[in-house]
């Protein structure tokens, strides 16, 4: 397992979320990045899901 970095802003580049998420390939971390990202509220706003080695995995404006 490996750990991504889900992160969520404000249009003014305010942080909303910072968290790490497992998972074992970059396809269950976007998933769980999403599935995340929703719960909280954040899907619609700018956000990004990085892999350990900075591969951007996840990423909307």
């Known amino acids: ?8 802003f404000e249009s003014n580049g305010e942080k909303l979320l910072d968290e790490n998420i497992e998972a074992k390939t970059d396809d269950e ?5 999403e599935k ?3 719960e909280k509220g954040y899907l619609e706003k700018t956000h990004r899901c990085v892999s350990p080695e900075g591969k951007l995995v996840l990423f909307h404006v």
């Open 36 to 38: 995340l990202l929703t």
């Open 1 to 8: 397992m490996s750990i991504y970095k889900v992160t969520a």
């Open 29 to 33: 971390a976007k998933q769980l990045a």
